[in-house]
């Protein structure tokens, strides 16, 4: 009975010592894994503010005859301003959805002078501005995208020498055109794009007695941008 006792402790003691000596190496093992975890994607939600400048290149063309007779002109000039906008990533994934707009600063000038007319035409715009819908598709941090909307710009003309030869309207057309914006860090994103924005027409009240002069102005727009956006999805 002494010897049958003196082995069951001996195999007892084996025992939970082989049990501790398991759980220690158990607990030494390395943890895996279980699924991968892929990075998430950028997502473009949100409302941003910007700054905008490039160069706008004008082609006012005559609209009325005989002036139309005599060709096109063009004028060019730098655009400086602001924009603001907003941006949807939509349940899609990668299809983006926006609203934006920009108000720029201009100084397009040009002296038009039909041939019966020795004075001329002076035409000036100040500002150009537009409003457009953005539909882009997006590659994590970058984002190519077409836009259109409307366009509006301030046009004046003047005839030196004659009084009251001077006239002034805001005009609402269109604007289309394509860009790129791409993420540089956090909130902040760049972008390059081209637009073109139809003006509509202004004419000058008198011509020399003949008659007004009337022209359309259309401009082909590049400009590059840097946006912050306030708040995330």
Not at 49 to 76: C, K
Not at 184 to 210: F, Q
């Amino acid at each position: 009975m002494r010897n049958i006792l003196c082995w069951s402790s001996a195999v007892a003691a084996l025992l939970i010592a082989g049990a501790a000596n398991a759980g220690d190496i158990f607990a030494a093992a390395p943890a895996y894994p279980t699924a991968f975890s892929p990075v998430p994607l950028y997502n473009w939600t949100g409302l941003y503010v910007g700054i905008n400048g490039g160069g706008g290149f004008g082609n006012p063309t005559w609209s009325s005859s005989p002036d139309s007779l005599w060709g096109s002109y063009s004028t060019s000039s730098g655009l400086v301003g602001g924009t603001l906008g907003y941006n949807w990533q939509t349940h899609l994934g990668s299809l983006v959805l926006g609203e934006e707009m920009d108000l720029d600063a201009a100084g397009f000038h040009a002296t038009i002078t039909p041939p019966y007319c020795v004075q001329g035409c002076e035409f000036k715009s100040g500002w150009v501005g537009s409003a457009r819908l953005r539909l882009g598709w997006a590659f994590d941090q970058f984002l190519p995208y077409v836009t259109g909307g409307l366009s509006g710009a301030n046009l004046s003309t003047d005839i030196p020498g004659l009084p009251f030869g001077v006239q002034s309207k805001i005009d609402l057309s269109y604007a289309v055109g394509v860009g790129l914006e791409v993420i540089l860090v956090d909130r902040w994103s760049a972008k390059l794009e081209y637009l073109y924005m139809d003006h509509g027409g202004i004419s000058c009240t008198v011509a020399c007695g003949v008659g007004p002069v009337s022209f359309n102005f259309t401009e082909n727009v590049v400009r590059l941008g840097v946006n912050y956006r306030l708040w995330d999805k």
